[in-house]
C-alpha cells in the first residue's frame, strides 16, 4: 500500500459528477481537491455542496492547481480536448463513456497519455458486477468453452424531456448519437470484454419514440462478427415502455449459456440464467415490486458503488505501477462498433472493424 494520497479533480459538474465525486471520498488514499466547470456558479456550489476546497472555471485552472488525476465528466465531443490537455500536464485521466464520438479522437487521446507516460482509464463500471466479474472468470477458466454466440438487449424507457431539458443531447454535433452512443454502449462493452475483438458488423438504426425531439436514433439492431468467429446480436431502445432493462447473454462450446440482466436499470447486475451439464438455474427476471421506469438521478446514484470500484482499481493500479483493469484501448472495442452500425445503417452494408 501507499501512502500517497491523490489529489482528484472533477472537470464538469453535471449529473454524473455525484458519482465520481462520491466514488473518490469513499475511497483511502484519495481526495476531491478541485471541481472545474465552465458554469462558475455551478462549480461553487458542487464544491461547497461537498466540501471540496477549490473550484475553477477553466481546466487549465484545475490542472495548474496540483492535481495527480483528473476525471471528465463533461459532454461527449469535449473529452479529447481536456483529456490532450491532462497528458501535457502529466496528470492522469479518468474519463466517462464514450471515450469519444469518433475513432481517432479516441485514438489521438490515446496516444498523448501513452506518449506522456499517464494513465487513460474509461468508465464501464458495470464490468464490476459481480455476475460480470462471474461470467468473465468462467470464460477465461474453459467453464463454458469456448465463447460462440452472444446477445445483447437493451429494452430502456426515456421521456421527451431527458432530451429536451437538456440542449445538447439527442444531437449528433453534441451527442455523437442516440441509444447506442450513450446508454448501449456499456452492454455493447460487457459483449465485446466477454467476447473479444469485433471485427464486422452489420445493422440499422431508427428513431419510433423521440424522432420529433432528436436528430439521433431511439432504437436500433445489429449483428456483430467476431475475432475468433463468435457471432452476437444487439437490440438496443429507449422507446421501450415501460422499460425491461438490458440483458447481455454469452453461450460456449460447451453448450452452457449464462445471462446477466440489469432490471431495473441502475441495479446491480443478475445472473438470471446459468445452464451447464443438462441444467438450468433461474432467477426470476422483472420482480413485481421494482419499479421499472426509474429516473435519471435514481439510475446514476445505484451505480455509484461500481463507480467506486472501478475508481479504487485505478488508484491501485497507479500504486501498482500497472494499467487500470479497463483502459482508453479497452475502451474503443464499444465505440467501433456503435460507429460501425450508423456507418451501416447510412450505407446498408456490412462495415469492417479491422
Not at 432493462?245 to 443478475?270: C, H, N, S, W, Y
Amino acid at each position: 500500500m501507499s501512502d500517497k494520497i491523490w489529489k482528484v479533480g472533477i472537470i464538469g459538474c453535471g449529473a454524473i459528477s455525484r458519482n465520481h465525486i462520491e466514488a473518490v471520498q469513499a475511497i483511502p488514499g484519495a481526495e476531491v481537491s478541485a471541481v472545474c466547470d465552465v458554469d462558475g456558479a455551478k462549480a461553487s456550489e458542487t464544491a461547497a455542496k461537498y466540501g471540496i476546497s477549490s473550484s475553477f472555471t477553466s481546466v487549465d485552472e484545475i490542472l495548474a492547481s496540483g492535481v495527480d488525476i483528473v476525471a471528465v465528466c463533461t459532454p461527449h465531443p469535449t473529452h479529447e480536448t481536456v483529456v490532450l490537455a491532462a497528458a501535457a500536464a502529466g496528470v492522469h485521466v479518468l474519463c466517462e463513456k464514450p471515450i469519444a464520438i469518433e475513432f481517432d479522437s479516441a485514438q489521438r487521446m490515446i496516444d498523448a497519455c501513452e506518449s506522456a507516460g499517464v494513465q487513460l482509464g474509461v468508465l464501464f463500471q458495470r464490468r464490476f458486477w459481480p455476475a460480470a466479474q462471474k461470467m468473465k472468470k468462467e470464460l477465461v477458466d474453459g467453464s463454458l468453452g469456448q465463447p460462440v454466440m452472444g446477445q445483447c438487449t437493451v429494452a430502456l424507457y426515456r421521456e421527451h424531456s431527458y432530451y429536451t431539458a437538456t440542449p445538447w443531447r439527442g444531437t449528433w454535433a453534441a451527442d455523437g448519437g442516440g441509444v447506442l452512443m450513450t446508454q448501449a454502449i456499456h452492454y455493447i462493452d460487457l459483449l465485446c470484454w466477454l467476447l473479444g475483438e469485433p471485427v464486422e458488423v452489420f445493422g440499422y438504426t431508427n428513431s419510433f419514440k423521440h424522432g420529433d425531439n432528436i436528430e439521433v436514433e431511439d432504437s436500433a439492431v445489429a449483428t456483430v462478427r467476431f475475432e475468433s468467429g463468435a457471432l452476437a446480436t444487439i437490440s438496443a431502445t429507449t422507446a421501450a415502455e415501460p422499460a425491461l432493462g438490458a440483458q447481455v447473454q454469452v453461450m460456449g462450446t460447451k453448450g452452457a449459456t449464462m445471462t446477466i440482466l440489469e432490471f431495473p436499470e441502475g441495479t446491480d447486475g443478475r445472473l438470471i440464467v446459468r445452464s451447464e451439464n443438462d441444467t438450468v438455474e433461474t432467477t426470476p427476471s422483472h420482480p413485481a415490486d421494482h419499479y421499472p421506469n426509474a429516473d435519471l438521478s435514481t439510475i446514476n446514484g445505484a451505480l455509484i458503488p461500481y463507480h467506486t470500484a472501478q475508481i479504487a482499481d485505478f488508484i491501485d493500479a497507479l500504486n501498482e505501477g500497472r494499467p487500470p483493469l479497463i483502459t482508453g484501448r479497452d475502451a474503443t472495442r464499444a465505440l467501433k462498433v456503435l460507429l460501425g452500425v450508423y456507418e451501416s445503417a447510412a450505407t446498408h452494408q456490412p462495415v469492417s472493424l479491422i
